[in-house]
């Protein structure tokens, strides 16, 4: 970069890797670059239009959810947080992992279940009207969890552990010696949660808050189902009931900056946390041993968010099930949904892992300035909500056939019609954009665990930078490579507003079947589906509780 | 100036290489004939394992040419990938890949041959490096001795036209250390291998190389055998790399460096009345109760065993004198007499 001469001494090794990676780069933008690009063709009419009737009260749902969530994923992750790790109860270890579930309940299902189980005339409300002695629904009701309140709160319990995650590290990474000394300074054990745990933790907090809020803005089922008016709400009906993609796409970048706020505000928290846990690496912080009855007491607090975020609608999604099953069994519609999820996560899975490795080779072969940006915009999509990348990628899939079709048409005489969307390559393309920054991530921590000079030894020893690849990097990472692959897979399968907007005509994945149905209002139809859908989401808490105490951001 | 030619097995011609700001190589030139061991020392970030790494080819260089064997490796226009170079490295970390077996490590190196030649190739080396036993083992279950052993009969198998080692003894033990390198320098002496080897360690490269290159800042000391550098350095730094020296003030006059502790010989190409610096050899001064040329009051002594350290403190100069002696004195003993032998000490003009 120096020198005018470095040009003559470049190499070539690795220079495809990275050519690769400016294609991914590139593939990764487009959707953003056509939102803007629609969004400006809308007249300004439209965008006034916009600004005084959707806009404020969308805007205004959105800072309040944004806001509810925020407090209650806070509160609930980081009290379990510090439950589980200051003190030692019975149960402790079990629910330290358990407290993950939740993470297996996608938001659009949380809501669907408890639609029904909270219904008038439900099993919760009948047990309640019994034991209060009240005979119908019309004596004595709960208020409605189709609410700001019921969504915020349904919410907060399914995307709490975004926050425990990261607290509960920080909270074992802080030193003993920490509490110790704020002890001898004369803080009570009680309060060293409030002068010392928690000012520490609070970057953690920072990052899990706004990974948690990340989630919401992605949320288009829980939000509709509950009657909450979001940007995210906004963005689909304006597109599907209205066909307006001027609109829709200027509602999508209005969204994009509450996104970016957000992603500002986690940068920044993750900076702090950085700092602050590299001072410490010392003996961990070790519970303290209470009475059996604060034990209990403690015990049914941490499980309280547990039952609520996933125990209650995972045994209301088995029991539907199982109804279901006796009543008609495994029907060939079911088999149908889930023979494309499969696919359609497989396939995506494949191509998110291998534009991750490309993005991340790239990057270890030829370190600098220009890989490191390379891999920052590839990553992009991690914090654009599922329909913002959907809208895009339609905008782009679209343009894309016409110029097929019409190309096709003109020098052979035959009409394509929608091969990209009909196909299902751009819901593809959607999943891989929004997923690459979990497979890339993945795979950049496996591979930072091999040391550089296998790579020179390798080379050294008569292999090309593929070669090394194959031989070395492959075998070395690829339980990395794997989990990575299976966070996308799962995060595929779950991913509702992306596949609602993209899928093919007449293609229904479990998400899909799921929305259709509690649009409907036939919520047990696809109690199959959701039962499936949590049964695949468990499969990564079990992976973050094996991966120890350290668990990692999911 | 250097010349390609087919005589040197590597040639070094005025590479440069920075990071940023930081000047790695700074226009080394340097040629080793074929067979020779060679010796790079230096502190660390001196920018010798920078250059390992340029003549290996995982590195680039900014500016210069690289030569092996008299073909342009790296240059203006060329650049050789390094699976393309013959050459072997071993690393300061070994780096034995933890995946494969000690026969699979160095068979890694021999993929493009045929089967039975890279199997007997195989058995060769294990057989010549004493770790025939160990073909079957992961690098986790050998120990450090071990995993150098695996590391360099990886290195060597392919055949390279030049091996080059980054402080491949650094990381065993003191006693184990000394034996591991006499026994791998007199196996690279036996096969005749050309060798560039990295050390920080100033006894190792004295005793390891036939020629030893002392590096600073990216530059080149001075190059020369162990004598050489040792008993000939060309400056102060090269001298003090070596050897704690005592060093003393004084004039330059009448062919006599002129001190506190005495007038020392020596012509010199130097301005009457110049400052000179006596750099005096702890073991250049000999030590008894008898008086000598200069007296002396023993501070503190440290015995180490086959020598013992003495602190003299000497009237007239500032710092005390560090002197090393074979002879006992007997406990207690505080005057003594020191005289300093003749090849005891260097002069250079002051810093």
């Given amino acids: 970069m120096t020198s005018a001469a470095q040009g003559s001494y470049r190499r070539s090794a690795g220079s495809r890797w990275l050519i690769g990676a400016g294609a991914i780069a590139f593939l990764v933008m487009l959707p953003i670059l056509a939102l803007v690009m629609q969004a400006v063709q809308g007249s300004a009419g439209l965008w006034s239009h916009l600004v005084s009737t959707i806009l404020p009260v969308a805007l205004l749902d959105t800072l309040i959810l944004l806001s509810g969530v925020g407090l209650i994923t806070a509160v609930l992750g980081t009290t379990t947080a510090w439950l589980v790790t200051a003190y030692a109860f019975p149960g402790r270890r079990v629910l330290e992992w358990a407290l993950l579930l939740p993470l297996a309940v996608p938001t659009y299902i949380i809501a669907y279940a408890y639609l029904d189980i909270l219904h008038p005339v439900g099993p919760v409300q009948g047990a309640i009207r019994w034991l209060l002695g009240y005979s119908s629904p019309r004596e004595f009701r709960l208020p409605d969890v189709r609410s700001m309140t019921g969504c915020i709160l349904l919410l907060g319990f399914v995307l709490y552990p975004y926050v425990y995650i990261p607290t509960r590290a920080m909270f074992l990474t802080q030193s003993a010696s920490l509490v110790e000394a704020a002890r001898t300074l004369g803080i009570s054990r009680r309060a060293v949660f409030w002068h010392v745990a928690l000012p520490l933790a609070r970057p953690a907090v920072a990052v899990g808050v706004s990974l948690a809020l990340m989630e919401t803005l992605n949320d288009i089922g829980a939000s509709e189902f509950l009657g909450v008016r979001t940007l995210t709400v906004s963005i689909y009906t304006t597109w599907i009931t209205r066909s307006d993609l001027p609109g829709a796409s200027q509602i999508a970048l209005s969204l994009l900056l509450v996104v970016v706020t957000l992603v500002a505000f986690e940068k920044w928290a993750r900076g702090k946390q950085r700092y602050s846990t590299g001072a410490q690496r010392n003996r961990a912080f070790e519970p303290r041993q209470v009475s059996a009855g604060l034990g209990l007491v403690l015990f049914i607090t941490v499980l309280l968010p547990i039952v609520v975020g996933f125990a209650a609608p995972a045994t209301y999604l088995a029991v539907e099930a199982w109804k279901r099953l006796e009543f008609a069994g495994l029907s060939a519609r079911f088999l149908g949904e889930a023979f494309n999820t499969i696919v359609l996560a497989t396939f995506a899975t494949i191509l998110t892992v291998l534009a991750g490795l490309l993005v991340s080779y790239a990057s270890r072969l030829r370190p600098g300035t220009t890989s490191s940006w390379l891999q920052r915009l590839s990553t992009l999509g991690y914090a654009a909500p599922g329909t913002v990348i959907a809208i895009g990628v339609l905008i782009v899939s679209a343009t894309a056939d016409r110029f097929i079709d019409r190309t096709a048409h003109a020098w052979f005489g035959v009409s394509t019609g929608l091969l990209f969307i009909g196909s299902g390559a751009a819901l593809l393309y959607a999943y891989t954009v929004r997923f690459l920054a979990i497979s890339a991530g993945g795979i950049d921590a496996g591979l930072a665990r091999i040391p550089i000079s296998f790579d020179h030894a390798s080379r050294v020893l008569g292999q090309s930078a593929a070669g090394t690849f194959r031989y070395v990097h492959l075998p070395l990472s690829k339980a990395a490579i794997t989990a990575a692959g299976l966070l996308v897979f799962v995060d595929c399968v779950k991913e509702l507003p992306a596949t609602l907007l993209l899928r093919p005509l007449n293609v229904e994945t479990f998400a899909t079947r799921l929305y259709g149905e509690a649009a409907r209002g036939t919520y047990e139809e696809a109690s199959i589906a959701a039962l499936s859908i949590v049964a695949i989401g468990i499969l990564p808490v079990i992976m973050l509780s094996r991966m120890g105490r350290n668990g990692l951001r999911p | ?351």
């Fill in chain 2, 1 to 351: 100036m250097i010349s390609a030619t087919k005589d040197y097995a590597l040639e070094l011609c005025n590479v440069s290489r920075r990071f940023g700001q930081t000047v790695a190589l700074d226009v080394v030139s340097l040629a080793i004939s074929p067979g020779e061991i060679i010796c790079l020392v230096g502190r660390s970030g001196c920018g010798k394992s920078t250059l390992l790494r340029m003549i290996a080819g995982v590195d680039t260089i900014d500016s210069g040419r690289v030569l092996l064997n008299g073909n342009e490796v790296s240059g203006p226009s060329t650049f050789v990938e390094p699976e393309k170079r013959r050459i072997g490295f071993v690393f300061q970390d070994y780096a034995l890949f933890p995946h494969l077996t000690v026969e699979q490590n160095i068979l890694f190196g021999l993929k493009d041959r045929p089967k039975q030649e890279a199997a007997d190739r195989i058995a060769y080396v294990l057989e010549h490096i004493g770790i025939a036993h160990l073909s079957a083992r992961y690098p986790h279950m050998l120990s450090g001795g071990e995993q150098q052993r695996a590391a360099l009969a990886r290195a060597l198998a392919p055949q390279p036209d030049i091996l080059l080692m980054d402080e491949p003894f650094s990381n065993l033990d003191r006693g184990l250390r000394d034996r591991v390198r006499d026994e791998t320098l007199s196996l690279l002496r036996k096969l005749g291998t050309t060798v560039i080897m990295v050390t920080h360690d100033p006894e190792e490269a004295l005793s390891a190389g036939d020629r030893v290159v002392l590096m600073k800042s990216g530059r080149i000391v001075q190059t020369g055998t162990g004598y050489d550098l040792h008993d000939r350095p060309i400056n102060p730094y090269a001298a003090e790399f070596f050897c704690a020296f005592n060093k003393v003030p004084g004039v330059y006059r009448d062919g006599h460096v002129e001190t506190a502790i005495g007038r020392f010989a020596r012509q010199l190409d130097a301005g009457e009345g110049s400052p000179m610096t006596l750099y005096i050899r702890p073991r250049g001064i000999s030590v008894s109760r008898e008086a000598g040329d200069i007296s002396g009051r023993v501070k503190s002594r440290v015995f180490l065993g086959e020598v013992e350290q003495l602190t003299v403190l000497v009237d007239g100069l500032e710092q005390p004198l560090q002197v090393r002696t074979m002879n006992r004195l007997p406990p207690g003993t505080e005057a003594v007499g020191l005289t300093v032998l003749p090849d005891g000490w260097l002069t250079f003009p002051p810093a």
